[in-house]
T-cell receptor
Framework: GESVGLHLPTLSVQEGDNSIINCAYS??????FIWYKQESGKGPQFIID?????DKRQGQRVTVLLNKTVKHLSLQIAATQPGDSAVYFC????????????FGKGTHLIIQP | DTAVSQTPKYLVTQMGNDKSIKCEQN?????MYWYKQDSKKFLKIMFS???????INETVPNRFSPKSPDKAHLNLHINSLELGDSAVYFC??????????FGPGTRLTVT
């Protein structure tokens, strides 16, 4: 079946560096994508979203890039901080608002001091 | 104010028992969901409810039954618990179209 997946299970970066987390999706009908951050013992927390009619969206220290040609999504975190350590999930919603999200496997971002 | 709340946060029970997890959202959202997160952190949708109507029902065992007394609540009832049901269960809610807000999770351990 179609799914959303992440390339790297663990990503380790130095504090202050930029982080890039990648995600590949296979459902060409997907029209809405979200990045979530999950800290230990907590529920997923919304970071940023993007719709399929856009290829880039920026938030505070985060940027999401969408490449529909190769079905690729990325999350860029600028100047990573210790509080950015978490598991990051990409998710897609291809069936309209009432459907649940299809989540990728998650990338564990580790910030080195 | 907690947007999406779940109780209990931890639930330890024996095989064969029946248990319920409660979820409430105060965001006025139309749709609520239940997700299961396994030991490898994989999140998978189980159910969603829109205005008290089941919208999707993934291939979960019929031992799991969502119950929604009103738009702000979606409870999850599990019959005849099995070892493989051990996981973290997350409730979420969303407006008709948009991001989903997740609760803090309920860690279920079946012994």
């Amino acid at each position: 079946g179609e799914s959303v997946g992440l390339h790297l299970p663990t990503l380790s970066v130095q504090e202050g560096d930029n982080s890039i987390i990648n995600c590949a999706y296979s459902n060409s009908a997907s029209d809405y994508f979200i990045w979530y951050k999950q800290e230990s013992g907590k529920g997923p927390q919304f970071i940023i979203d993007i719709r399929s009619n856009m290829d880039k969206r920026q938030g505070q220290r985060v940027t999401v890039l969408l490449n529909k040609t190769v079905k690729h999504l990325s999350l860029q975190i600028a100047a990573t901080q210790p509080g950015d350590s978490a598991v990051y999930f990409c998710a897609e919603n291809s069936g309209g608002g009432a459907d649940g999200l299809t989540f990728g496997k998650g990338t564990h971002l580790i910030i080195q001091p | 104010d907690t947007a999406v709340s779940q109780t209990p946060k931890y639930l330890v029970t024996q095989m064969g028992n029946d248990k319920s997890i409660k979820c409430e959202q105060n965001l006025g959202h139309d749709t609520m969901y239940w997700y299961k997160q396994d030991s490898k952190k994989f999140l998978k949708i189980m159910f969603s409810y829109n205005n008290k109507e089941l919208i999707i029902n993934e291939t979960v065992p019929n031992r799991f039954s969502p119950k929604s007394p009103d738009k702000a609540h979606l409870n999850l009832h599990i019959n005849s618990l099995e070892l493989g049901d051990s996981a973290v269960y997350f409730c979420a809610s969303s407006p008709t179209v948009g991001e989903q807000y997740f609760g803090p999770g309920t860690r279920l351990t079946v012994t």
